[in-house]
């Protein structure tokens, strides 16, 4: 197997005869989640989700776009054909444009480290700009955050309320998502889908286990805050439902069905571990105490409707409450 770095001869077959290849950009954990859900479907074994998602389309090549070289040979260890390219560098993506049918754009705008007062998704502007050269693909999912909505105290969320992104984080994922609408009004099928806190217990990092050990405090009950979460494996087939499913300029909550306060989450997961639940501080000694960051997911509170997400994209969800994702 090789690198795959030409498109020409892919873009000039006529569609009959095209397989469906999907483009994974961002390409990490969940993106080689949802690789396995779409080569299910494209086998001879075609059960579940992925069947569901893309019976219409028996044949699906993955491809991913990758700026390491070290992952290379674990892209194609997972049957997925890498492509070199880095969303800092415009000229290493012109080989992008016209090679995909469906782009599964998961990766996230640059860090704080790049400016914390940058606002702007430069990767996501490049990427768009890539796939415009030449034949449009059919759609492109952007997996967003749910953090665009900012502090909503509390209330319940649907896709149609307003965003109010309160960090240079989330005004980057909002900027993201303007580039992948202005393709959208182009003539690509492009989606969005926001999603909450990832976890998984085989997802590096993917459970609160490691915080319980520390004994890092949560808020008192008075001072706590709603939180939203989605099992890895529950999004990859959400992502790969809205490659084929997601309406155009439609917005999905990828969340699951959960509804608890943070410190109930912490309290919930250290009894399944059989750990001491984590100590309460009220939020005046949280905001001396805690690093900036933890506190800035402790002062934002949003339930997410994620009625889309079970009626439009019809998923049903394998693991729609924490208590079954966090035993798995």
């Given at each position: 197997m090789?690198?795959?770095f030409l498109s020409?001869?892919?873009?000039?077959?006529?569609?009959r005869?095209?397989?469906?290849?999907?483009l994974?950009?961002?390409?990490?954990?969940?993106?080689?989640?949802v690789?396995?859900?779409?080569?299910g479907?494209g086998?001879?074994?075609?059960?579940?989700i992925?069947a569901?998602?893309?019976?219409?389309?028996p044949?699906?090549r993955?491809?991913?776009?990758?700026?390491s070289?070290d992952?290379?040979?674990l892209?194609?260890?997972?049957?997925?054909?890498p492509?070199?390219?880095?969303?800092?560098?415009?000229?290493?993506l012109?080989?992008?444009?016209g090679?995909a049918?469906r782009v599964?754009h998961?990766a996230p705008p640059?860090?704080?480290g790049?400016?914390?007062?940058?606002?702007h998704?430069?990767?996501t502007?490049?990427?768009?700009r890539?796939?415009?050269r030449?034949?449009?693909?059919q759609?492109?999912?952007y997996?967003?955050?749910?953090?665009?909505?900012?502090?909503c105290?509390?209330?319940?969320?649907?896709?149609?309320?307003?965003v109010?992104?309160?960090?240079?984080?989330?005004?980057?994922?909002v900027d993201?998502?303007?580039?992948?609408?202005?393709?959208?009004?182009?003539?690509?099928r492009?989606?969005?889908?926001r999603?909450?806190?990832?976890?998984?217990?085989d997802r590096?990092?993917?459970?609160?286990?490691a915080r319980?050990r520390?004994?890092?405090?949560v808020?008192t009950?008075?001072d706590?805050v709603?939180?939203?979460h989605?099992?890895a494996?529950?999004l990859?087939?959400?992502?790969?439902l809205?490659?084929?499913?997601?309406?155009a300029?439609?917005?999905y909550?990828?969340s699951?069905?959960?509804?608890?306060?943070?410190?109930?989450?912490?309290d919930?997961?250290a009894?399944?571990?059989?750990?001491?639940?984590?100590p309460?501080?009220p939020?005046?000694?949280?905001?001396?105490q805690?690093?900036?960051?933890?506190l800035?997911f402790m002062?934002?509170?949003?339930?997410?409707?994620?009625?889309?997400?079970?009626?439009?994209?019809?998923l049903?969800?394998r693991y729609?409450?924490?208590?079954?994702?966090l035993?798995?």
């Amino acid at each position: 197997m090789r690198t795959v770095f030409l498109s020409n001869f892919l873009g000039a077959l006529p569609a009959r005869f095209r397989r469906q290849r999907v483009l994974i950009v961002g390409c990490g954990d969940v993106g080689l989640r949802v690789a396995r859900v779409l080569q299910g479907a494209g086998g001879g074994t075609r059960t579940g989700i992925a069947a569901t998602a893309v019976s219409h389309a028996p044949r699906v090549r993955v491809l991913a776009l990758t700026s390491s070289p070290d992952r290379v040979a674990l892209l194609r260890a997972a049957g997925i054909t890498p492509l070199q390219g880095n969303l800092d560098d415009s000229a290493t993506l012109r080989r992008l444009a016209g090679l995909a049918t469906r782009v599964l754009h998961l990766a996230p705008p640059p860090g704080d480290g790049a400016g914390p007062a940058q606002r702007h998704d430069p990767r996501t502007t490049r990427l768009v700009r890539s796939l415009r050269r030449r034949s449009l693909p059919q759609a492109l999912v952007y997996a967003s955050t749910s953090g665009v909505y900012g502090d909503c105290s509390g209330a319940w969320v649907t896709e149609a309320r307003p965003v109010a992104p309160a960090t240079p984080r989330a005004q980057r994922r909002v900027d993201a998502e303007r580039s992948v609408r202005q393709l959208g009004r182009a003539g690509v099928r492009a989606s969005i889908l926001r999603v909450p806190g990832i976890y998984a217990p085989d997802r590096v990092g993917g459970t609160p286990e490691a915080r319980l050990r520390k004994g890092t405090p949560v808020l008192t009950a008075p001072d706590d805050v709603f939180t939203n979460h989605i099992h890895a494996d529950d999004l990859a087939r959400a992502c790969a439902l809205a490659l084929w499913r997601g309406a155009a300029q439609r917005i999905y909550h990828a969340s699951d069905d959960t509804v608890l306060k943070m410190g109930d989450y912490f309290d919930l997961a250290a009894d399944l571990y059989g750990l001491p639940r984590p100590p309460r501080l009220p939020r005046s000694a949280a905001s001396t105490q805690l690093p900036a960051m933890l506190l800035s997911f402790m002062s934002e509170s949003r339930r997410l409707d994620n009625t889309r997400l079970h009626r439009e994209l019809r998923l049903r969800l394998r693991y729609p409450h924490v208590a079954e994702g966090l035993r798995c």
